[in-house]
């Protein structure tokens, strides 16, 4: 079966840009979730999606960052504007339910 | 909220020698998972515990679920130096939203 996929795998840009990441998750997996692992760190939860509902968006800075998944399927995570600390990987993960994560390669995002 | 700790948070051995890593939550879980990440790379599932007391093998790989599902550990057997990378727990709670622990960067040295 194919994995989650994720684009852009780099981008660049200038603080207070704005940036965009997309998620298509492995087919038939309910649950999605949006990770930020800086360097040397775990992955930290952004957000949680059951379907197209948000299970938990706790640690999103909602003032700058949204999430949609759109059908219960794909999803995107926007930053606008960024700051120098949003430099980090976003992973994108998916799950049949909440048993194991499935985790996509990640876009690694700088902000200069 | 709920707290995942990991130690240590780096272990050099030397090829052949034994390996483990350690998960403390702060609040009791309902399952934790482990995950291994290697250099550059993404966070691949290894396996997952949900009874208190569970052992589970995996060739030379060790986990355990402490009885009070607070606890978890990982224990390598004759590392080898494909061992190499970073073995992430990863706990979930009543709510099921998992909690990642910094994770314990494994060098091993041929």
């Known amino acids: 079966e194919a994995g989650v996929a994720q684009s852009p795998r780099y981008k660049i840009i200038e603080k207070r840009q704005s940036v965009a990441f997309w998620c298509n998750p492995i087919s038939g997996h309910a649950t999605l979730y949006w990770y930020q692992q800086i360097l040397g760190q775990g992955p930290k939860l952004l957000i949680q999606f059951q379907n197209n509902g948000v299970v938990d968006d706790s640690q999103l800075p909602k003032d700058r960052f949204s999430a949609e998944r759109l059908k219960g399927v794909d999803s995107t995570l926007k930053i606008q504007p960024a700051k120098l600390e949003d430099s980090a990987v976003y992973l994108c993960?998916?799950?049949?339910?909440?048993?194991?994560?499935?985790f996509g390669p990640g876009t690694r995002l700088t902000v200069t | 909220g709920q707290q995942v700790m990991q130690i240590p948070q780096y272990q050099h051995v030397q090829e052949g020698e034994d390996f483990t890593t350690y998960c403390n939550s702060s609040?009791?879980?309902?399952?934790i998972q482990w995950y291994k990440q290697r250099p550059g790379g993404h966070p691949v599932f290894l396996i997952q515990l949900v009874k208190s007391g569970e052992v589970k093998k995996q060739k030379r790989l060790t986990f355990q679920f402490g009885e009070a599902k607070k606890n978890s550990s990982l224990h390598i057997t004759a590392t080898q130096t494909t061992d190499v990378g970073t073995y992430f727990c990863?706990?979930?709670?009543?709510?099921?939203?998992?909690?990642f622990g910094r994770g314990t960067s494994l060098i091993v040295h041929p």
């Open positions: 990863a706990g979930r709670g009543g709510s099921y939203i998992p909690t």
């Open positions: 609040t009791t879980l309902s399952n």
């Open positions: 993960a998916s799950s049949r339910s909440f048993d194991e994560q499935y």
